[in-house]
Structure formats: structure tokens, C-alpha cells
């Protein structure tokens, strides 16, 4: 058998004009329902009492306390909060300062880092210069004034004057020491 509509589509015309008139059946049929089963009459007595309910529930004075224990908590809890608000803002300041300060104070440091630094380089050029007339012309000239002085003192005493010769021979040492590089004693 062959259908002229799809029975599932809920487009068809036959299917809209049956549902229509299984609704309006529907409703009326239930209203009439309801009026006829209207008549009864509701009596207490003929149903059993509900238990008495066992003490679950704190009594209220308890519940008042424990709320108000925990109205505090949380007052304090809130108060808490704020003070720590406080505490970190000031602290945020606080670092904030000592980080600047910081940044300051390492630009000074390095300021006088390189100052210093500038400073060991013109001692150490001048400590150079000076060990350069030292070796170059000091210690030669006295080096030679040695030499004259025992050649002075021989000429002039005839003697070989050991106590001049022993001093003389151990300025020209050290002297000797110091043109090398040496520590002298």
C-alpha cells in the first residue's frame, strides 16, 4: 500500500489536522475529569501523624553562637586581609625605593670604580717613569759615586780602608740587586 505522504513529516496537512483534533480531545476530555473527581472529601484523621523529628538540627541558641563565632572569624578574617593589603602596598613602596636607591648607590660604585681604576692607571705610569730614573740614572750615578768615593779614599789615605771598602761593596750590591729587579735587604 502506497501512502501519499511521508507519515513521519510533521509538514503533512493530515498529520497537523490529526494531531490538532487528538489535542483539543485531549484537554477537553481531562477538564471533565477533573470536575467529576472534585467530590472528595479530605479528612486528617484517616492518615497517620508524621514522626516527631529527632534533634539533628543544634538548638538555636547554639547555631546563634556558632554564627556569631563565625561572624568574627570572618570579621577578623577580613580585617586580616586589609592589614595585609596595607602591609603589601607599603613593602611594594618600600622596594620600590630600595631598588632605585640601589641603582643609584651601583651608579656611584661604578663611577668610582672607574675612577679609581683611572687613578691606578697614572700611579702605575708614574711608578714606571720612576723605576725607568731610577735604573736608568740614579742607580748608575751611584753606582759610579761608589766607585769614586773608594778611589778617593785610597788616594787619599794609602790605605785600603776595609771598614769604607766593606760599606761601599754592599751599597753596590743592593744597588746591583735593585738593577735586576731584586728585593734587597
Known amino acids: 500500500m502506497k501512502n501519499d505522504h511521508p507519515s513521519n513529516s510533521l ?21 471533565t475529569i477533573i470536575t467529576s473527581k472534585n467530590n472528595y472529601s479530605y479528612d486528617p484523621s484517616g492518615f497517620s501523624g508524621l514522626p ?11 547555631n546563634n553562637k556558632t554564627s556569631n563565632k563565625i561572624d568574627e572569624l570572618i570579621f577578623s578574617v577580613t580585617k586580616m586581609n586589609d592589614t595585609l593589603d596595607r602591609i603589601e602596598i607599603k613593602k611594594q613602596k618600600e622596594f620600590e625605593l630600595f631598588i632605585i636607591e640601589s641603582k643609584k648607590n651601583d ?19 708614574k711608578s714606571d717613569s720612576n723605576e725607568k730614573l731610577i735604573k736608568k740614572l740614579i742607580l748608575p750615578s751611584l753606582d759610579l759615586l761608589s766607585h769614586f768615593l773608594q778611589h778617593i779614599n785610597l ?27 731584586k728585593i734587597f735587604s
Do not use: H, W
Open 52 to 62: 516527631q523529628p529527632q534533634s539533628s538540627t543544634a538548638p538555636i541558641s547554639i
Open 107 to 125: 651608579g656611584y660604585l661604578l663611577a668610582k670604580v672607574e675612577e679609581l681604576m683611572m687613578n691606578n692607571k697614572e700611579v702605575k705610569d
Open 155 to 181: 788616594k787619599a789615605t794609602g790605605i785600603d780602608n776595609t771598614d769604607f771598602k766593606y760599606k761601599i761593596q754592599t751599597v753596590r750590591a743592593q744597588l746591583d740587586n735593585a738593577l735586576k729587579g
Open 11 to 31: 509538514k503533512c496537512p493530515i498529520l497537523k489536522e490529526y494531531r490538532s483534533v487528538l489535542t483539543k480531545k485531549l484537554l477537553s476530555t481531562s477538564t
